[in-house]
């Protein structure tokens, strides 16, 4: 094992509460990853990511995307942007990259296993900031039903093509993705609210719930039973809640560590931290080649009912 | 309605026939029972109803609203005529939305779903 552990900081709009630090080997290399949650306030973000630039490997941005990109368009998003910008020397990733590698990996998985196939329904919380995960279920054959004017606007109206995924995409994330991110996205307190079932009917009608953790959890209904989750960034309490709910199968896109999975920021930034830290991060194929070579990927596990 | 709201008039009449054409709006709205005051910051304004997936300009501004705009006539005529994005003059404060953030952001997808790209 060589040398000192290279030091990997994730800076989330989310919720304190969910902070840790975890020092891991991986390879032949030592790291030390943490999560440093600022309640949703951007402003101190900024200043968490000013005063971590020079001083750690690289920096995840957690609870917010610097791009969202859809069928091949990338869009800005103002407030990710503006904290990337805040480190002049250290890189700044978002996980976009590992999530269009890591999570298309699940996908393939789970289809090779036959979880998934033509016809499997599949509920989507969101696919507008993980369209290569849609992608992957849709070459699967699956029937897809994605969430996001659903949970962004509480419009009852799944997008159920990735043509048509693409289209609102195109017409609406130049314009949403400048407001401010907090309008768009669950951060801090809000993290913390009890699941209020209000898509009990999409959740009902898959077999499949995929997608961001916190929106998942923050819609979910009481029961789940029998359905596998395709998810990441959960605690060990968040696992013991969904088996009490009836969850068969759990897939996280990063491995658990310590007994939580780490948001595809923190893990973009592990990899690109192992390549060196180069400025600007690192094409999401080397990045997915040195996590592999970490031994970094999804996990899937069986859970046991609790009831 | 005042002479000096006529053309904002026209832009929500021209709007409310856009949603009401569209099928895929129509459906997104079917749940969506909301007064929308559109207030100009020159005095006066105009409304906007939505009831049972259809959308109609109301005969004159709401006292009770769901959703309040307020702004200079010419943004809002800009914003429901499609020459501005909503989330421009909201972003650059010139444009005052109060409501419930679900039916701000549902307002807004509306307009982006028509002229938007």
Redesign the interface.
């Known amino acids: 094992m060589s040398g000192a552990a290279l030091e990997v900081v994730s800076v989330s709009l989310g919720s304190s509460t969910r902070d840790h630090t975890v020092e891991i080997v991986a390879g032949a290399r030592r790291f030390r990853l943490s999560r440093v949650g600022t309640d949703g306030d951007l402003d101190e973000a900024a200043r968490r990511i000013a005063d971590l630039d020079g001083h750690v490997a690289a920096i995840g941005l957690g609870g917010i995307d610097i791009y969202l990109e859809a069928a091949g368009t990338r869009y800005p998003v103002r407030d990710g942007v503006r904290l990337q910008a805040c480190a002049h020397v250290t890189p700044v990733v978002d996980g976009a990259g590992v999530k269009d590698t890591l999570e298309r990996q699940a996908v393939e998985a789970l289809a090779a296993e036959g979880v998934v196939g033509p016809g499997t329904p599949v509920f989507l919380v969101s696919a507008l900031d993980r369209f290569g995960m849609a992608e992957a279920f849709d070459a699967a054959g699956c029937r897809l039903a994605c969430g996001d004017l659903m949970v962004t606007a509480g419009i009852p109206y799944p997008i159920e093509s990735l043509a048509e995924l693409a289209d609102v995409a195109r017409r609406v994330l130049p314009q949403f993705a400048r407001l401010p991110f907090t309008m768009l996205y669950p951060t801090g307190k809000a993290q913390e609210r009890e699941p209020d079932g209000k898509l009990a009917d999409a959740f009902a009608a898959a077999a499949v719930v995929a997608g961001d953790f916190h929106l998942i959890r923050q819609h979910m209904p009481a029961r789940l039973d029998g359905k596998t989750v395709v998810t990441n960034t959960t605690t060990a309490e968040d696992v013991a809640d969904l088996a009490r709910r009836g969850v068969a199968r759990l897939v996280t896109t990063t491995p658990p560590m310590e007994g939580r999975t780490f948001g595809t920021n923190v893990i973009e930034a592990m990899g690109v931290a192992a390549l060196g830290s180069p400025p600007g991060g690192a094409a999401p194929a080397e990045v997915a080649r040195v996590l592999a070579e970490l031994g970094i990927g999804p996990q899937a596990r069986r859970l046991e009912t609790v009831s | 309605m005042s002479a000096g709201t006529a053309g904002l008039r026209a832009a929500l009449a021209d709007f409310a026939g856009r949603v009401n054409g569209d099928e ?1 709006l129509r ?2 709205i ?3 029972d909301r007064t929308i005051a559109l207030e100009a910051s020159e005095g006066g304004g105009e409304g906007l109803v939505v009831r049972a997936g259809e959308v109609r300009v109301a005969d004159a501004m709401p006292d009770q609203a769901d959703i309040r705009l307020r702004a200079s006539v010419s943004v809002l005529e800009d914003v429901f005529s499609g020459a501005l ?4 003059p ?2 650059d404060g010139s444009l005052a939305v109060q409501g419930s ?3 701000v ?2 307002l ?2 509306l307009s ?2 028509i002229w ?2």
């Open positions: 895929r459906k997104m079917a749940d969506w994005s909503p989330t421009e909201y972003v953030q679900e039916d952001l549902r807004d997808f982006l779903m938007g790209d």
